[in-house]
Each structure stands twice: as C-alpha cells, then as structure tokens.
C-alpha cells in the first residue's frame, strides 16, 4: 500500500511539472496525448481496484466480522452476554477506500467521458489571435465540432470513418503544417484542384473574382493594430461572411518557408496564385492583411484536419459574441 500510495504521489508530481512548465511556456503541450495517457492510467487504477484492492478490503472487513461473531458466541457460550467493543466503526475504516485510489481510480468515469466528448464529439478552443477577426475576436471561447469532416483517431489524427467534405466558407481548426503540435484556424477557401489566386487584395476562385460588398468600417481592437479598417461581405460558395482589409495595400505577400508543392505557387509583386494539390487545402485568415495564412506558409494536408468551428459559446469581455459562427 505505501509502494502505491509513493508511486501516486509521484505520478501525481509529475503532471503537476508537466502542466506547469506548459503553462510557463517551456514547452508545447499536447492535450490529446495527455488525456490518453491519463485514461489508460485511471483504466489501470480503476481495474486494479475493481478486481484486486476492493476484493480484498471486502474480505478483510468480513474476516473481522467473522472473527466477532465468533468470539462473541464463545463467550455467550461461557455465560458472558454482554461484550464490550463494536467492530463496525473498524470494518468500515477497513472498507474505506485510500486517497491514492480515490484520486485516480474514482476519477477514471469522468476523464474517460471527457476523452471521448474531446476526441471524438466537441473540442473547445480559445482564439489567440486577430487573424480571423471580424468573425472571431481575440478572447473568444469556441466549440468546434470533430465528427463533422469525419470520425477521426485521436492523438495520430487519422481519419477511420468519413462524413462531410470540407466546403469553401468553412471556419476550420487544423494543426499547422510547419508544426503540427500547434493548432490554427482560418477559413477554407480552396479545395482541392482549386486555383486561388490573392492579387491586390481581390480574391480569385479558378479565374472569377470574389465579389465584395462594402460594410462601412469596423474598429479592429488587436493590441497590435487599434484602427479602424473597411469592412466587406465575402461570400464562399454558401457562406456569407465579413473580411477586413488595409486601406493601402501592406508589404508584398512572399514564402515565408519552402512547403510540400510550393512549385505549384507563384509569388509576384500583385500578390500569389496557388493550384491547390488533391488532398490539401487552401486556407485565409479574414482579417486579410494581417493573417499568416496558406498564402505565406502553403497548403493544409487533410490529415491535418481537426474540426469544424461552430459557436462561440463564450467571450467574458464581451456577452453579445455569444453565437454561431459564419
């Protein structure tokens, strides 16, 4: 029992250095593998209590009965009536389960429901950055939905049941591909065998423009920009949304790293044309000139795909963000 009760003790240390060095920036965390780890650990903890510790507190706690009983009727058979003592407050101490146990396998029900919700149902995300904002803002709580593109592996991200094909106009969160362990979002708005085209600010969708409708302008709130910027309405096949836009065009878009079928881009001064390669995806930030996106960094591979965002279902700044994302 004390092997158990250091062996916990130390499990227990460890996640504590591990979560807190992710949360100090030491490394990047990967929750999924962490939650697995944590299931198959609690699993572990809960079967040995089930088939091992419990049995034999039980029958320790019986024994002890047992051996009352008994010596109660011995003495009963001497004439003795009244016996001191009650054994029930010890059997009870004997069936109490130890804080090692209660800790791991009494928590393995509730961290298996959230495996399974996290990696297979619902995900919820924080957005780190300006990238897509009219439509998400720095702060916003979202839930993104993982069966929607298809029932997928959880930690090796492989697909193994499909459902929906990603469409254009939809807001997806991916794994970056120049560092899977980093999940991005942004808006799909090429498919495969698609050629994107982004020149002087105008949108191209195999040779036709994207049309554009002016909104007014939007007060764009990043820290690292806080001015106010022309708001247009973008529509990607059945999605209507909102997309900003500098004033004047920014500095030319250029590769920022050689990816997987950059022969199938062209960089010049107006901007970048890309031929999406089957399997891949090209994705765009709507907050346009402020998002590093698939014009910078090259396609999304669909075994990158984590999901489909949804809802924001909080902002503690501000309540009226609370909805459906278009």
Same mark, same amino acid.
């Given at each position: 029992?004390?092997?158990m ?5 130390l ?8 979560l807190?060095?992710?949360?100090? &920036? ?10 697995l ?10 079967l040995?209590?089930r088939?091992h510790?419990q049995?034999?507190?039980e ?19 001497q004439?003795?009536?009244r ?17 090692w ?10 961290i298996?429901i ?7 149902m619902?995900?919820?995300f ?5 990238s897509?904002?009219?439509?998400l803002?720095? &702060?916003?709580?979202?839930? $993104?939905?993982? =069966? ?10 492989k697909k ?5 094909? $990603? ?9 970056y591909?120049?560092?899977?362990s980093?999940?991005?979002i ?7 065998g ?10 191209y969708?195999?040779?036709k ?6 909104e007014?302008?939007f007060?764009d709130?990043d820290?690292?920009?806080?001015r106010?910027r022309?708001r =247009? ?6 999605t209507?949304?909102?997309i900003? $836009?500098y ?11 050689d990816?997987?079928?950059?022969e199938?881009c062209k960089?010049t001064?107006?901007g970048?044309?890309?031929?999406v390669?089957?399997?891949?995806y090209?994705?765009m ?6 998002s590093?996106?698939?014009r910078?960094?090259?396609?999304v591979p ?10 924001v279902?909080m902002?503690f700044?501000?309540l009226k963000r609370v909805?459906?994302?278009?």
């Amino acid at each position: 029992m004390k092997a158990m009760s250091a062996l916990t003790g130390l499990l227990y240390a460890a996640l504590i250095a591990y979560l807190g060095g992710w949360y100090q &920036g030491y490394w990047n965390g990967n929750f999924s593998l962490l939650l697995l780890i944590l299931t198959t650990v609690t699993l572990a903890y809960w079967l040995a209590e089930r088939f091992h510790f419990q049995p034999a507190r039980e029958r320790a706690a019986q024994h002890l009965s047992t051996s009352d009983t008994q010596r109660r009727a011995a003495l009963a058979a001497q004439g003795i009536q009244r016996v001191d003592g009650d054994v029930e407050g010890a059997r009870q101490e004997i069936l109490r389960q130890p804080w090692w146990l209660d800790w791991t396998a009494g928590l393995f029900p509730v961290i298996l429901i959230v495996f399974l919700l996290r990696s297979f149902m619902f995900e919820p995300f924080k957005i780190p950055s300006g990238s897509m904002v009219p439509t998400l803002l720095i &702060g916003d709580l979202i839930l $993104v939905n993982k =069966f929607h593109y298809g029932i997928r592996l959880p930690v090796i991200n492989k697909k193994i049941i499909a459902n929906n094909d $990603v469409q254009r106009g939809d807001v997806v969160v991916f794994r970056y591909p120049q560092n899977p362990s980093v999940d991005y979002i942004k808006r799909a708005v090429g498919l495969p065998g698609d050629e994107v085209a982004y020149l002087n600010q105008k949108l191209y969708i195999n040779g036709k423009q994207i049309e554009t409708k002016s909104e007014g302008e939007f007060f764009d709130e990043d820290p690292g920009s806080m001015r106010y910027r022309p708001r =247009f309405t973008e529509k990607l096949g059945a999605t209507e949304h909102q997309i900003l $836009v500098y004033p004047v065009p920014p500095n030319p878009i250029v590769k920022l790293y050689d990816f997987p079928y950059n022969e199938n881009c062209k960089y010049t001064l107006e901007g970048v044309t890309c031929k999406v390669p089957a399997g891949h995806y090209f994705m765009m930030g709507d907050n346009r000139d402020n998002s590093q996106d698939s014009r910078f960094w090259g396609f999304v591979p669909d075994e990158n795909i984590v999901g489909r965002a949804v809802l924001v279902w909080m902002n503690f700044g501000n309540l009226k963000r609370v909805g459906g994302i278009k």
